[in-house]
């Protein structure tokens, strides 16, 4: 159990952090790094799952879920990276709060 | 097994495989693909209505495996209506589109990329509305999330980019909090499975709280009040056919998971008090959304607006649902009926007022004065489609709403008939304020237009048939109860 308890309170926390940074910095890049760190987070709560009753058979189902999860995380990131990048060139703006009619960007 | 056994799986690999075949074909080619497509699609989803209406809702298990080593697909009521849905709006959208998207683009490669990415997307909702597993829906999320903000994108402008960006910020909080929901769920019960999660679950803290994250990362990605900051933007600054397929079908997919974890899996009162809080969110956002819709300049922002406010009706059958059988089949008729018509309605509105665009040229409501003369069909088909978004007979609107009061008052609880009556009373307003416009005496100039007379007689016909959509509410309501939604009342489909 403890071992569980480990996993997911440390999951836990790193949940937060990403939850911290997706919602409070205005960097798109950092943005796209906090939702990362929220699926890291939930995966790390889940492989904890797989061995939740010490000394019996591990649970696979957790883990078929993480993998699926890395997958999407990944084409999400890709996503979300080359609109960031998409952005900047176009407006030569990091973050979404100024608004790009506004002012002396390229 | 026969053709029709297979159903579920077909309306999964049959735009799934026109999506892989446009992304190889010619331009040229990809329009003609896209039209079968949706054709086999609309044919498919008519054979599935027809078989659960005749012979009851069935699962399918994806590969001979079974829950819980297979995931299982489950076809019901609700899910047959909702697959027609997406059909007939999709089809409306791909012939739509045809039109809108010149032959020819080689140098806007985005544009190119529009009917694999639309494909795929329908794909993706074809599976959320079938899925039978709480894992599954948040991969089909994060599929349609994924294509949506890419079609969001695909002009590839500031503007554009910002809104999809925003988009995908909202889709990627909701899908990792719906993922975090998902992994607390599974630790207190060991299940993924719709039906197996509702035989085994028991009153416990932790499944509560894995299933109020789900609730409230779907809650975001339906865009209800007040989490509905992204969709203006998103669903303004995309291309025209892209904007009604968002509007019509992409909010009601993560609304349907909701309609699923609330009704179907959990028991009544598994989270105190969520009915009712879904309920006051729903209010708030059909009184906020046509506050706002009021306050609109531009044309796509005003339809926008006016689905943040519909969506909030579809939210009014959660606190009438522990109120009997009667009174839960009456509200679940009348949101299903809802979404139906406002499918219908929203596409019409969109694709009409995207048409208008482009013939005016530009997008403030305020110089787009007497199109009534100059562009009657476009101009009947706002009207039309504000029947529907007012609630007025004979429109699917009426009769949805007529529903929702009945079952309000039957559960005795007539403030959401209250809240019912004023939101049509809203929605005259704002829908008003733009027909004023577009009525008025003094006509403005609008381009000439070589276009293809389907711009504008598609969303008519779309706004006609959720005109008398009333007429469809017996059958809607009949499949509304053969559905694992009606067990939550102890109703046997």
Redo the contacts between chains.
Sequence with gaps: MSTYLIY?LGGAVI?AI??YA??ARRH?VH?VIG?NL??S??FL??IG?GN?APGGTP?P??QA?VL??IV?TV??TA??LA??K??FS??GLDD?DTD?REGDHP | MTLVDHLPALLIIAPLAGAAITFVTERSVDRIVAVLTSIIITLFSGMLLYRVASGGAFRYEIGGWGAPIGIDLVADGPAALFLLLTAVVGTAVTIYATAYFPKDCGTSYGHGLFWTLWLFMWTSLNALFLTGDVFNVYVCLELIGISAVALVTLKGDADALRAGARYLFASMLAAMTYLLGVALLYSSTGQLDMEMLRATLTPDSGAATGLALMVAALVLKTALVPAHFWLPTAHASAPTPVSAALSALVVKASYFAILRLMLSVMPPGFIPGAGTLLGILGSMAIIWGSLQAMRQTRIKQWVAYSTVAQIGYLFIVFPLADSGADVLAAALGGVLLHALSHGLAKTALFLGAGSLMDRFGHNEIARMTGAARTLPVLTATVALAGVTMMGLPPSGGFGSKWQLVSASIGAGQWWWALVLGLGGLLAAAYMFRVLAVLLSDTPTEVRPTHAPVRLEWLPLALAVAALFFVFAAPFVDSLAGISTIMLHAGVTP
């Design positions: 997911s949940f990403g939850l997706l919602l798109l943005k939702a929220m699926g987070g939930t709560v889940l799952l939740r649970d189902v957790p879920m699926t999860g999407v084409a999400l996503l979300g609109i960031t998409r952005y176009a407006t979404l790009p």
